[in-house]
Structure formats: C-alpha cells, structure tokens
C-alpha cells in the first residue's frame, strides 16, 4: 500500500500529456532590408519555443500568438511535474529511512 503522503502527491500530477520542457521565449526580428516596418526601427515580434538537447543543441519553434497561452500552461505542468516527482523521491526515500532504522531495532 501507498503511503497517504505519496498518494496525495500523486493525485495531483498534471496531465502528463500536456507537458512541454523548453523555454518560452519573446523576440523580434529585424530583416536587414526590404521591410518597412524593420526601416523604421519596429521589427516583427515572435514567440520562440527553445529546447535544449544533448551536445548543446538547441531547437527554437517559432509559435502562432494563439498558442503561447497553451505552451505556458504546459511548460508550467512539465515544473510542477518535475517538482512533484522530487517529493516522491524524497518521501520514498524518507520510507527506507524509517524502514531501516525500524528494522535496526
């Protein structure tokens, strides 16, 4: 049997299937020629997306405005997640303690 305090954890674990891990980044591009816009010093916004891989790389998606709400609310569900498995681990850990010294006496 589970113990309450995992339990509790668990039962509240976001779906893990709106998760993203990444960054969620706000830039603007500056063509060097040809836009008017750019000329006159404005650029054109965009929403990035950057997420880093092993050997360094880094993959940027460039995002449409009407998705930057939802890739918010799952790069916060990949943190929550991710802290949330922290305090399984360390209640698990905390049970073989317990264990241990029960087991010592």
Not at 2 to 16: F, G
Not at 22 to 43: D, E, N, V, Y
Not at 59 to 77: E, F, G, M
Request: hydrophobic share 35%; aromatic share 2%.
């Amino acid at each position: 049997m589970k113990q309450p305090k995992i339990q509790r954890v668990l039962d509240r674990l976001p779906d893990i299937a709106q998760i993203l891990r990444g960054s969620l980044l706000h830039r603007t591009i500056r063509h060097k020629q040809g836009c008017p816009k750019c000329a006159a010093g404005g650029g054109h916004p965009v929403w990035i997306l950057a997420t880093g891989y092993p050997g360094k790389r880094i993959h940027q998606l460039t995002l449409r405005v009407d998705q930057v709400p939802q890739v918010r609310r799952s790069l916060a569900n990949f943190h929550k997640l991710q802290a949330d498995l922290e305090q399984v681990c360390e209640l698990n850990r905390e049970q073989l303690r317990e264990a241990r010294d029960h087991d010592d006496d």
